[in-house]
Nanobody, 131 residues
Framework: QVEVVQSGGGSVQVGGSLILSCAAS???????VGWFRQAPGKEREGVAA????????????AESVKGRFTISTVKDNGKQIAYLQMDSLKSEDTAVYYC?????????????????????WGQGTQVTVSA
């Protein structure tokens, strides 16, 4: 049983910052983590992902968020906490954001920003960026 609980989000003006977090717990020592978003009328898009490596993490970003979003993870009381720091936000970043995790798998390295790789999803949180 794996549980993924998200927090954070909200409304911010263009150029502002927000941080999202999610706590993953369950029958695995580590999870690979992805952040996705879905805007109205659009397909779900992977924006950031990490294998949560302890010495050197493998991280992937969508081109649309490179240099503005930062993904990170920490372990806390048996849970793996993932963060998505979002800076220099634009109106086109408005969407529902989802955290997703999967148990370590080699296939992740070829499709880290693809939704089909992830088995467990958070509940989603709204991010609204306004001018």
């Amino acid at each position: 049983q794996v549980e993924v609980v998200q927090s954070g989000g909200g409304s911010v003006q263009v150029g502002g910052s927000l941080i999202l977090s999610c706590a993953a717990s369950g029958d695995a020592e580590k999870f690979f983590v992805g952040w996705f978003r879905q805007a109205p009328g659009k397909e779900r898009e992977g924006v950031a992902a990490t294998d949560a490596g302890t010495s050197t993490a493998t991280i992937r970003y969508a081109e649309s968020v490179k240099g503005r979003f930062t993904i990170s993870t920490v372990k806390d009381n048996g849970k793996q906490i993932a963060y998505l720091q979002m800076d220099s936000l634009k109106s086109e970043d408005t969407a529902v954001y989802y955290c997703a995790v999967t148990k370590p798998t080699s296939g992740w390295y070829w499709a880290a920003l693809s939704a089909h790789v992830y088995k467990f999803w958070g509940q989603g949180t709204q991010v609204t960026v306004s001018a």
